[in-house]
């Protein structure tokens, strides 16, 4: 009996030293398992930067506008070509629905209800008035003054969002805020001094305010399907339009002018759209529109390859101001980072 509790010691012993150094062997080759909260900020993040990447493909698509709009205002009136650009945006995510419920694809979100109907009207009737404005504006300006303009839409945005939907505003996005206003009047500046403003820029500037309040509006309905939106956009919005310049004694004068409208309005409202709304249900609406303030600036570099236009001096500093203004609206954390004070 003694010898073998002499021995069971030093067995034991044995054994434990194979089972730390395989226990060991383990955790190297697994990762530790996360806990609640780790995998939560985890996939927070993933959206949060999945949502970035939506939003600067909608403002890239959306960049082509004011550049090939200011060309076919030669060949269409400006509340028709509205129309068409809508229309062509429906017609495109129309296909779109058509193929995924063929393939059987599931809804891309919730059905509406009759609590949208508000978001739903009010979307609709500003997607009527906000690019009337724009292209009529358009016409008596530059098209590298009217793409740095809509960044506006920020500022129209993020107050809107504020005061309507108490949406939170950091002292970062503030700054920013103010940049983009200060740019923003220096491009529709005329004559400062006197204070005569641009009636063109002025024209963008509502146009920028009334898809401002249309973001909010569409922010309530980002739990929806994208496609169904940009559908009743198409439809309704674009159809809109056509009917208020058919009645106004507007005419088409090209056919061809119809499909280069279309293909404009697929590109730039209807994809542009459709992830536009993807982008806002995982940032919001304000950091939306904020990262997809880097469209002007897409837009004024084609803008000066189409058009070939050197800009008065002016236009280079509103450019400085506006690109401050962005970087200060897209960027995430404090204004000013305190520092850590050493241990």
């Known amino acids: 009996m003694s010898g073998k ?3 069971a010691p030093q067995h034991r ?3 434990s030293r194979s089972d730390v150094s395989a226990r060991q062997k383990g955790l190297r080759e697994k990762d530790p398992p996360q806990s609640g909260p780790q995998r939560e900020s985890a996939v927070h993040r993933k959206g949060a930067r999945a ?24 060949y269409m009136s400006p509340t028709l070509m509205a129309g068409f650009l809508y229309l062509g945006a429906g017609i495109g995510m129309g296909a779109i629905a058509f193929f995924r419920r063929a393939a059987g694809a599931p809804r891309g979100g919730e059905r509406f209800v009759k609590a949208d109907l508000p978001f739903v ?19 008596s300006t530059t098209a590298a003054n009217a793409s740095l303009l809509n960044n506006f839409e920020i500022v129209a945005t993020a107050l809107i969002a504020l005061l309507l939907f108490k949406e939170a505003i950091a002292p970062r996005l503030w700054a920013g805020i103010a940049f983009v206003t200060a740019s923003c009047a220096l491009l529709s500046a005329v004559d400062l001094s006197a204070f005569d403003f641009s009636p063109g820029s002025l024209l963008i500037l509502l146009a920028a305010v009334c898809w401002g309040l249309e973001n909010n509006c569409t922010r309530r309905l980002a739990s929806k399907d994208p496609l169904e939106i940009v559908l009743l956009k198409g439809i309704f ?36 759209i459709f992830f536009y709304v993807y982008a806002q249900r995982r940032l919001g609406a304000a950091r939306t529109s904020a990262y997809y303030a880097v469209a002007p600036f897409i837009g004024v570099l084609l803008s000066l390859l189409l058009f070939r236009e050197w800009p008065h001096f002016t236009f280079w500093i509103a450019l400085v101001l506006m690109g401050l203004g962005a970087w200060l609206s897209a960027s995430d954390g404090p204004l000013f980072p305190r520092r850590r004070s050493p241990s």
């Open 121 to 139: 009207l009010g979307m609709i009737v500003l997607d009527i008035a906000a690019p009337i404005l724009l292209l009529f504006g358009l016409r």
């Open 5 to 7: 509790r002499g021995m």
């Open 237 to 272: 919005s674009g159809g809109g339009s056509i009917a208020i310049g058919l009645l106004a004694g507007e005419r088409l004068s090209s056919a061809w002018s119809v499909f280069a409208v279309l293909g404009v309005g697929l590109v730039a409202y209807g994809l542009s």
């Open 13 to 15: 012993q044995k054994e």
């Open 51 to 74: 949502g970035i990447l939506l939003a600067l493909l909608a403002a890239a698509l959306y960049a082509v506008q004011s550049p090939f709009s200011k060309i076919l205002l030669d």
